[in-house]
């Protein structure tokens, strides 16, 4: 008997361990959704073949019609296709890769995602477990192909097959830094290596562990030799507990979780599938009557220290996933076991439902523990108890009449109790290595908070077609999740998603918004681009006098709460030197509730782009009180610094750095104290101290005109200063009232395009020079230190030096002299990556800057922050968008930051698209039937050879990647035969001369095989393997070969340096 109290003390909510995340692709389901739909359906997914399909499939005709010969097995659709330069593989290294190493990467990748983490951006180390079976496709396809495996070299072909290599390979290809532990426990090893794993998180080696395994038969359409009294199912079918129960079927299937200590992912916001409550492993030892045989007492042992360390009492264990392979031998010794440890703490009978997975999709050896468990986590999901299958008439060497225990036939409902519901798994290792695992459903979360009242959703793909297809994908499942919290949709894809080239943005209001563009594609609402990879620096641009509106980011105040606080923190700096508070002004009705902003707005009028154009269009209204007291210099100024700032500390808070700005006019002030020209306080007192000394001169006025700045000169008479010149075709002049309204009437007149800008002063002009001396004095009282951030100069339209930026005498200059705005413009566009964003209301400088002549206009990214005045989308939506775009445009945004106001979760999303080919060497020296063993468990018998020959397509090549540049073929022979020896190496169809060799998916295995390959060819040179490590290109590569073989022309006969000296022409 096994004592419960004799087993270590329980762990406590603390120490257990949560499912976050899973993958897992089995017979008859793609997915874990249909895999859920095929088990609540009570449905079989064995593959029965007919004699033609096995025919077809290679197996040798004696084999197929040999009576005892089963034509039936677990089938993996597609099992032999791969998305290999989703991970970076050339076709060939695919072909050379056991499918096993493959999908299991695959599953890693969409375990993760589910789970909604980039490995890229995970804070801490992960960490892998995992086993697989044999490599069937080692064995039986690439040993039976000589010329492909010599081509490749041992290496290659045992690092891409052995076990040793499944989950290592997966860390390197994912970056994982935590543990990397292959297992290897026989029928036992996915739920060992979920044990294993459980361990790790606890110790603290890892932060988040993958763990699981995989079985894959090759090939796959094969059936298997029945034998009595062994553990195979003489007609395809399992039957767990039943009186006819006489063994399994095999099959193929993967399954992988992904977990994390339960305190941490309730503190992440992280989605729980179900809560490991504990886990235990053992050996049987000597303590059964063979080898292969199962002992209750080991069984037992493992299931009672599980549940000890779970500290959960049997009876609150109302479901059981048990190992049920339906062997004669097996099923009474698992339930013995069972009972051994229940029906010793509890007199209740009948009370805890058993089921096998087997019964619906075989036994997949590696994998089965990792199937049952999922199977049973789903359960624990859908709070329902499938059938388990072919249960007719219970097993006679059972005693189900005293027993705890029932086979569960139907689809029932999980009835809640008292209790949260909870599960055991079972699963058994050929050899006696037995694991157990308690489950229990998730804990109550607390709900999401209150969101944005606009959400962005992100993405992207490495392809056009995956990218479409994502969008697909996430319309579907929408439409089929009507509850789902857009704020956790916008989220999800945000943090937990890798950034590919490829991208797509949307800015929608609700699921009701999103489906609407989403599943009728509007191309108003969805923005798409291909980003190229290289990094793209960013410039902010800072609006001057001329945009401002009274409620300027109003919507941003009322919900971004660093726009907020900057805002807050700068008026009562503010409010003693200005007398009032700066907010009353900006935002006269601030109080009200934030639901004000959003009537500016709907998705509707959104998709219309939110312009209203009448107003836009028609001659500006006279201002009202609030506008008038907003456009007095003394407060208009300090105003727009406030926003802008504000506004920049937001975007930079939010990743979005500036490696240069600009300022216009005021706005160089914004740039200057973010440069740490001057400190917030200092920047503050010198903006009001400035506004305060133009209010006190006499008013002007400013007017834009459409001239450049060689044909305004005539104009600049009666006073009249060239303010401004703003893009070589657009200039500001600036001077006394009247000598601008007749300029702007001789203007007009003559059918020059012009208009009045918002200011009761006539700045950067001569009617400023009086103030000149006087501020610079005020300056010097401020310590003026030289900028961290390049900065433009209004004054000069260069970069603005040390020199300058500590010299008071400049900036009484920048008050008096010309905004050299077009200049400074063409110096940003010198970098032609660079990302320009205005920060200020409207967006006149992205216009300007957008329409600066010169240079690659259409490639040109310039944004705006804030909406103009006539532009009716909400705030919130306007910065959305622009987000989007900045993210569109290659910018990394920083997502945790941008939500960490509020409270959000990672929610389950559909998973990357996978864009999978073929890949699949076909044996050449035997068929199928000669090297394939019906299975590797049988006892030794006589093999069944056949005749055939017949080659297979092996060779196959592939088309080239889509690569960052373009191709060019070779160009002579030398470069051709290089050609030759890539393509073959590599599968690739089309290589271009200067393809790079690892873009293409090769490495440092390969690149030694290459050379080999060119010493073969070349064999008067001797290529060093630095040469293709510098610079892995043909063209490169046939270089120096040429140089080499040059170097041997005087060594060779006549005749031979001849045909050598043509054959590199």
Known sequence: MTDLKNHPQPLTDDNAIAIVGMAGRFPGARDLEQFWQNLAAGQESIAFFTKEELLAAGVDPTLVDHPHYVHANGLLENADFF??????????????????????????????????????????????????????????????????????????????????????????????????????TACSTALVAVHLACQSLLTGECDMALAGGISIRAPQKQGYLYHEGGIDSPDGHCRAF???????????????????????????????????????????????????APSINGQAQVIAEALGIAGIDPETVSYVETHGSGTPLGDPIEIAALSQVFETRSPKRGYCALGSVKTNIGHLSAAAGAAGLIKTVLMLQHRQIPPSLNFEQPNPQINWTDSAFFVNTVLRSWEEGNLPRRAGVNSFGLGG???????????????????????????????????????????????????LNMADVAYTLGVGRKDFTQRQILVCRDLDDALSVLETRDPKRILVSNQKTRPRPVAFMFSGVGDQYVNMALGLYQTEATFRSHVDTCAELLRSSLGLDLREVIYPQREQSSAMTELQGDPTSFARSGLDLRKMLRPPEPADEVTQRLNQTALVHPALFVVEYALAQMWMEWGIKPQAMIGHSIGEYVAACLAGVFSLEEALTLITHRARMIQEISGGAMLAVALPEEEIQPFLRQGLSLSAINSPSVCV?????????????????????????????????????????????????????????????????????????????????????????????????????????????GQTLSTLAIQHPGGNVTERVALASLRQSYDRRPDLAFLLGTLGELWLAGIPIDWKIFYAGERRRRIPLPTYPFERQRYWVEPTRFSHATSVRPTLLEEKQEEVTSKSTEPGPVMARHARPNLRNLYVAPRNDLEREVTAIWQKLLGIEQVGVYDNFFELGGHSLMAAQMLTQLRATFPLVEVPLRSVLEDPTIATLAQTIEQLLLEKVEELPEADAERLLLSMS
Request: proline share 6%; aromatic share 8%; hydrophobic share 40%.
């Open 242 to 292: 039943d009186a006819k129960a006489q063994g399994a079927v095999g099959g193929s299937g993967l399954g992988l979780v992904v977990l994390k200590r339960l305190d941490s992912a309730l503190v992440d916001g992280d989605w729980i599938y179900a809560v490991i409550k504990g886990s235990a492993i053992n050996n049987d030892g000597a303590d059964k009557v063979g080898y292969t």
């Open 733 to 841: 002049l600036a001077g006394p009232l009247e000598a601008v309204q007749q300029a702007e009437s001789e203007l007009m007149g003559r059918g020059i395009a012009c208009r009045r800008l918002q200011t009761t002063h006539a700045f950067h002009s001569a009617m400023m020079e009086p103030l000149r001396q006087s501020f610079a004095e005020r300056v010097s009282q401020v310590a003026l230190k030289p900028p961290t951030i390049q900065c433009l100069s209004n004054v000069t339209g260069t970069w603005l030096t040390a020199e300058q930026a500590t010299d008071p005498n400049y900036w009484a200059d920048h008050l008096c002299q010309t905004v050299r705005f077009a200049d400074g413009v063409r110096a940003l566009w010198q970098a032609p990556d660079r990302v320009l964003l205005e920060i200020g209301p």
């Open 83 to 184: 998305d290999a330069s989703f991970f970076g593989y050339s076709p060939r290294e695919a072909e050379a890769t056991d499918p096993q190493q493959r999908l299991f990467l695959e599953g890693a990748w969409t375990a993760l995602e589910d789970a909604g983490y980039d490995p890229a951006t995970f804070p801490g180390r992960i960490g892998i477990y995992a086993g697989s079976s044999i490599s069937t496709y080692l064995l039986y396809q690439l040993m039976a192909n000589p010329d492909f495996v010599r081509m490749l070299g041992e290496n290659q072909i045992l690092i891409g097959n052995d076990k040793d290599h499944l989950a290592a390979r997966v860390a390197y290809k994912l970056n994982l830094k935590g543990p990397s532990v292959n297992v290897q």
């Open 433 to 483: 290595t037995n694991a157990h695992i308690v489950l229990e459903e998730p804990p109550s979360l607390e709900p999401s908070g209150k969101p944005r009242t606009w959400q962005l959703l992100t993405l992207s793909a490495r392809t056009e077609a995956a990218l479409e297809q994502a969008r697909a994908n996430l319309a579907r499942h929408l439409r089929q999740t009507p509850t």
